[in-house]
């Protein structure tokens, strides 16, 4: 049985001068010889002889498609993530809130139900993997922005993956507030909307 580990040599042995666009250094590339001692290198060596090989027709075109398509996708990068960061603390602040003073003893009491269904939502929107949350929101993605792919139709997955982190982040924040001094602004005659807005918003803000 021949040994399966043979050595491979290969020799470049002409070089390769490209020329990039002005502003950066010509790279020349010399002859190189390449040898291993597996025979699954192979494959290795010959995409790094077809890398080399390149002639500076492709490199130029690479640099126009780099300098053409980098740039807008910097930017749809920032767009959806600042858009869906935006739409998730939307959905998530006031839901966080809720679910913060709907407890019994809370300054807005919810029904029982209602609050075992916010936070039973909640709780199973985090725990569903987002590859198969993006598949499941796919016809809401239609609904909402016409089309199931593309840059504007991530964003709907990406909201329904952030807000209920959101909103237990809020409600966990909400609930370290001083319960004396909620109380001490109920008794003073301030209203629930006015207790949320000037007291627990800014009294959870730092944590």
Same mark, same amino acid.
């Given at each position: 049985?021949?040994?399966?580990?043979?050595?491979?040599s290969?020799?470049?042995?002409?070089?390769?001068?490209?020329?990039?666009?002005?502003?950066?250094?010509?790279m020349?590339?010399?002859?190189?010889?390449?040898?291993?001692?597996?025979?699954?290198?192979?494959?290795?060596a010959?995409?790094?002889?077809?890398?080399?090989?390149?002639?500076?027709?492709? +490199?130029?075109?690479? +640099?126009?498609?780099?300098?053409?398509?980098?740039?807008?996708?910097? +930017?749809e990068t920032? +767009?959806?993530?600042?858009?869906?960061?935006?739409?998730? #603390?939307?959905?998530?602040?006031?839901?966080?809130?809720?679910?913060?003073?709907?407890?019994?003893d809370?300054?807005?009491?919810?029904?029982r139900?209602?609050?075992?269904l916010?936070?039973?939502?909640?709780?199973?929107?985090?725990? !569903?993997? #987002?590859?198969?949350?993006?598949?499941?929101? !796919?016809?809401l993605?239609?609904?909402?922005?016409?089309?199931?792919?593309?840059?504007?139709?991530?964003v709907?997955?990406?909201?329904?993956?952030?807000?209920?982190?959101?909103a237990?982040?809020?409600e966990?924040?909400?609930?370290?507030?001083?319960?004396?001094?909620?109380?001490?602004?109920?008794?003073?005659g301030?209203?629930?909307?006015?207790?949320?807005?000037?007291?627990?918003?800014?009294?959870?803000?730092?944590?």
């Amino acid at each position: 049985m021949p040994d399966s580990s043979v050595t491979i040599s290969v020799i470049l042995a002409t070089s390769l001068s490209v020329s990039p666009p002005s502003g950066f250094a010509t790279m020349t590339f010399t002859p190189v010889s390449l040898t291993k001692t597996t025979q699954s290198s192979y494959p290795l060596a010959i995409m790094m002889l077809s890398i080399l090989a390149s002639s500076s027709a492709d +490199w130029a075109e690479a +640099w126009e498609i780099f300098r053409a398509e980098f740039p807008l996708a910097i +930017w749809e990068t920032v +767009w959806v993530t600042i858009l869906s960061t935006l739409f998730a #603390f939307v959905i998530g602040l006031p839901l966080g809130v809720l679910l913060a003073c709907g407890d019994r003893d809370g300054i807005l009491p919810l029904p029982r139900p209602v609050k075992a269904l916010l936070g039973f939502i909640v709780n199973v929107l985090r725990s !569903i993997p #987002f590859i198969i949350l993006m598949i499941l929101v !796919i016809p809401l993605s239609r609904a909402i922005v016409g089309t199931s792919v593309g840059t504007a139709a991530t964003v709907v997955p990406l909201v329904f993956a952030a807000f209920p982190f959101v909103a237990r982040m809020v409600e966990s924040s909400a609930k370290e507030v001083d319960r004396g001094v909620v109380e001490a602004s109920l008794s003073m005659g301030a209203s629930v909307g006015q207790v949320i807005r000037k007291v627990i918003l800014p009294e959870a803000l730092p944590s």
